[in-house]
């Protein structure tokens, strides 16, 4: 049997108890604020708590980049030498970041088999796309055939990121949403629900006045997807705002046979620059 590393960027917003348990692979993205600090995406408990706070006071938002293909290069060649057989590289939608370009254009120069995922997706559900390759390996599955199973699932459908900003500049200002709908959002002071589309690209639900709206918004576009009753696989996911991640999860329950992970998923540097501090949602998995 092969012996698999499972590698993926960091805005897959893994919990940190995660990489160690389940051997998870890493590449950073970068950080680099106006002063030209530039650091390391991190979700680390101490980092990033730290990380919120300066970011929800920066008068200036830094910039974020993708990790250059010698970063992934450098962690493909030590899993080759702690003895890995093949690579499975799980990275965030390329609508959103180059990053799988870098992770692709590095794959080229290995002799093992590397297969590289554009999950089409971003922040915590990646990290239940990586748990379930990591169920697939412990099954016996070849690097070819979790990749198979992995693209077949994405393309079904069957993950989802959902969540709500809670200051939607933030949004704006890193240029995922169009300034129009930014302006809006500010000035009315209101939660904007979001998801990430079967393409791989972030769009907005609607506006809501307070979590409980935003909440109701949330279920209502999970609903559309997936019919009452199904088995859903959830992870809350947050920037420091856990409480009301934890309450939707929990809501989900009135519609569907849930099962919901813990630890919840924190928010690394990465994405919490372009959704802000506050942000609350989960990833989905649909079982069946």
């Not at 409980?212 to 999970?222: D, G, R, T």
């Amino acid at each position: 049997m092969s012996k698999i590393k499972i590698v993926l960027d960091s805005t897959a917003d893994v919990p940190i108890e995660w990489k160690e348990k389940y051997d998870f692979g890493f590449v950073p993205l970068k950080v680099a604020w106006p002063t030209g600090e530039v650091e390391d995406d991190s979700w680390e408990v101490e980092k990033i708590a730290d990380f919120y706070r300066r970011i929800r006071e920066a008068k200036e938002l830094p910039k974020t980049s993708q990790p250059s293909p010698s970063d992934f290069a450098k962690v493909y060649r030590e899993a080759i030498e702690d003895g890995y057989d093949e690579i499975i590289v799980l990275c965030i939608s390329s609508k959103l970041s180059g990053t799988y370009n870098s992770a692709k254009t590095a794959s080229m120069d290995f002799d093992i088999p590397i297969y590289v995922v554009d999950t089409k997706l971003a922040s915590g559900v990646v990290a239940l796309v990586a748990l379930r390759a990591h169920e697939l390996m412990r099954m016996g599955m070849s690097g070819k055939e979790i990749h198979d199973r992995i693209v077949e699932k994405i393309d079904a459908g069957d993950f989802l990121a959902i969540f709500y900003v809670s200051d939607f500049n933030f949004l704006v200002k890193g240029g995922r949403i169009t300034k129009f709908q930014g302006f809006i959002g500010s000035m009315l002071k209101l939660k904007v629900a979001v998801y990430i589309t079967e393409t791989g690209e972030m769009v907005p639900i609607g506006k809501a006045r307070g979590s409980k709206k935003a909440h109701e918004l949330i279920i209502s576009k999970v609903l559309d997807k997936y019919k009452v009753g199904s088995k859903l696989r959830i992870i809350p996911v947050s920037a420091g705002n856990e409480e009301e991640a934890e309450e939707l999860v929990r809501k989900f329950e009135e519609y569907y046979d849930v099962e919901i992970l813990h630890p919840p998923s924190r928010m690394a540097k990465v994405i919490t620059t372009h959704v802000g501090p506050g942000t609350a949602g989960c990833g989905i998995e649909r079982i069946e």
